[in-house]
T-cell receptor, first 111, second 111 residues
Framework: NAGVMQNPRHLVRRRGQEARLRCSPMKGHSHVYWYRQLPEEGLKFMVY????????ESGMPKERFSAEFPKEGPSILRIQQVVRGDSAAYFC?????????FGEGSWLTVV | AQSVTQPDIHITVSEGASLELRCNYS??????LFWYVQSPGQGLQLLLKYFSGDTLVQGIKGFEAEFKRSQSSFNLRKPSVHWSDAAEYFCAVGANRNMRFGAGTRLTVKP
């Protein structure tokens, strides 16, 4: 059973470009979460999704950030018009309900 | 609202010495508690979890943690540290969208 798969692992974007991060949950997991980890900080919850539904986006910045988990395909975290402060590690996690399992992360660098 | 405090930002121990990483939580009900480990550039790996039952929980890699309700603590322990244990350790409380992480404790292991 493959773990949570994230890609790309590393992404470099210039200021103003868009970043798209993809996440395939573990097989059988219907809950997907996105977290952001800033340098020297812990994990901050961003958004919780189930198939085709955003359940909780209370941790998402109000602008430029969006997430989806379509019926088919991976969950996508999209950051429009990236700024330097968006540079961080973005972790996807999935759960069948209860314990959360993390992917390896996507490291975004904005130059 | 639930929260997690890891009082120690950085701990250094000698290889072979014992280890205790502190975690204090605030939670309204019986908490779900977790410890995760993160190696540099990697995702978070679940070490152990507590949902209910025996308050001393055994995890992978020789780690254990003890839930003490009276102290609102869930400290992580290992009797003899190995150089490969050097990593960042995160305590977490809650479940699903309500999971909250501590800021982490960085463990350095001296030869």
């Amino acid at each position: 059973n493959a773990g949570v798969m994230q890609n790309p692992r590393h992404l470099v974007r210039r200021r103003g470009q868009e970043a798209r991060l993809r996440c395939s949950p573990m097989k059988g997991h219907s809950h997907v979460y996105w977290y952001r980890q800033l340098p020297e900080e812990g994990l901050k919850f961003m958004v919780y999704l189930q198939k085709e539904n955003i359940i909780d986006e209370s941790g998402m910045p109000k602008e430029r950030f969006s997430a989806e988990f379509p019926k088919e395909g991976p969950s996508i975290l999209r950051i429009q018009q990236v700024v330097r402060g968006d540079s961080a590690a973005y972790f996807c996690a999935s759960s069948p309900g209860g314990t959360i399992y993390f992917g390896e992360g996507s490291w975004l660098t904005v130059v | 609202a639930q929260s997690v405090t890891q009082p120690d930002i950085h701990i250094t121990v000698s290889e072979g010495a014992s280890l205790e990483l502190r975690c204090n939580y605030s939670y309204g009900a019986t908490p779900y508690l977790f410890w995760y480990v993160q190696s540099p550039g990697q995702g978070l790996q679940l070490l152990l979890k507590y949902f209910s039952g025996d308050t001393l929980v055994q995890g992978i890699k020789g780690f254990e943690a003890e839930f003490k309700r009276s102290q609102s603590s869930f400290n992580l322990r290992k009797p003899s540290v190995h150089w490969s244990d050097a990593a960042e350790y995160f305590c977490a409380v809650g479940a699903n969208r309500n999971m909250r992480f501590g800021a982490g404790t960085r463990l350095t292991v001296k030869p």
